[in-house]
């Protein structure tokens, strides 16, 4: 499968560029497949390619590492604290703190989560959610490029995975609906603007022919599609 790339090089920041290269160098020795879900991906495509204005920014990263069993996932953790430019969250166990500031959430899916599609973080399982989603979603995923010297590439969630994974987190917690909510009804909002309003023309031509065509509901129905 070709994945899309987008070129954000230019636009990041060196502190984020480099926190992420720190994590492809550690997570790639390890044989360990990673990508940014979550708002941080969201304000990535929507705003800093599109141009779409994000009322609400989020400045915590999440990423799904796909790892077998519960050593990789630790060992991965270790690794990154190692490098001294993480310590551990005393009070969130998937989170690292990046030079004490940043909040890198890091939730494990694949093998790990079967056959329930679910993780409970060891010993206290305090912290437990649903990954149903994420291996399609890592699938189907999208390249970003942060930096062109050297190339620095890491995995996205696409914007319809996105939206399956805010489905999946409205479903899972009550508590994140309202969040949830907002973000769902800001990529169905937005989509055509996020690069798809010619894809509408060559591939939802149906969506043009309503009497009562509105752009932002053939901008859903056409996420929908692709979800």
Same mark, same amino acid.
């Given at each position: 499968?070709?994945?899309?790339?987008?070129?954000?090089?230019?636009?990041?920041?060196?502190?984020?560029?480099?926190?992420?290269?720190?994590?492809?160098?550690?997570?790639?020795?390890?044989?360990?497949?990673?990508?940014?879900?979550?708002?941080?991906?969201?304000?990535?495509?929507?705003?800093?390619?599109?141009?779409?204005?994000?009322?609400?920014?989020?400045?915590?990263?999440? *990423?799904?590492?796909?790892?077998?069993?519960?050593? &990789?996932? !630790?060992?991965? =953790?270790?690794?990154?604290? @190692?490098?001294?430019?993480?310590?551990?969250?005393?009070?969130?166990?998937?989170?690292?703190?990046?030079?004490?500031?940043?909040?890198?959430?890091?939730?494990?899916?694949?093998?790990?989560?079967?056959?329930?599609?679910?993780?409970?973080?060891?010993?206290?399982?305090?912290?437990?959610?649903?990954?149903?989603?994420?291996?399609?979603?890592?699938?189907?995923?999208?390249?970003?490029?942060?930096?062109?010297?050297?190339?620095?590439?890491?995995?996205?969630?696409?914007?319809?995975? *996105?939206?399956?994974?805010?489905?999946?987190?409205? &479903?899972? !917690?009550?508590? =994140?609906?309202?969040?949830? @909510?907002?973000?769902?009804?800001?990529?169905?909002?937005?989509?055509?603007?996020?690069?798809?309003?010619?894809?509408?023309?060559?591939?939802?031509?149906?969506?043009?022919?309503?009497?009562?065509?509105?752009?932002?509901?053939?901008?859903?129905?056409?996420?929908?599609?692709?979800?």
């Amino acid at each position: 499968m070709t994945k899309k790339l987008l070129d954000l090089s230019g636009k990041i920041d060196g502190f984020t560029a480099e926190l992420f290269e720190i994590i492809s160098v550690v997570a790639g020795r390890m044989d360990l497949p990673f990508f940014v879900v979550g708002a941080t991906a969201r304000d990535y495509i929507l705003e800093l390619r599109y141009g779409v204005r994000i009322m609400r920014a989020t400045y915590d990263i999440d *990423l799904g590492v796909q790892v077998p069993n519960w050593d &990789s996932y !630790n060992r991965l =953790r270790e690794s990154l604290i @190692a490098t001294e430019r993480f310590v551990p969250d005393k009070k969130q166990a998937q989170r690292l703190l990046y030079k004490g500031t940043l909040s890198v959430d890091i939730i494990p899916f694949g093998a790990i989560a079967h056959p329930e599609d679910r993780v409970s973080w060891l010993p206290e399982q305090e912290v437990e959610m649903s990954t149903l989603g994420f291996e399609e979603a890592a699938q189907h995923s999208i390249i970003v490029r942060m930096r062109t010297k050297p190339v620095l590439d890491i995995n996205f969630v696409s914007l319809a995975g *996105l939206a399956i994974l805010k489905i999946v987190s409205w &479903s899972d !917690n009550m508590a =994140r609906r309202n969040k949830d @909510a907002k973000d769902l009804l800001l990529l169905m909002s937005t989509y055509l603007d996020a690069g798809n309003r010619e894809r509408m023309f060559d591939e939802g031509a149906d969506l043009l022919e309503s009497e009562d065509f509105d752009y932002e509901v053939a901008g859903a129905r056409l996420l929908g599609r692709d979800m």
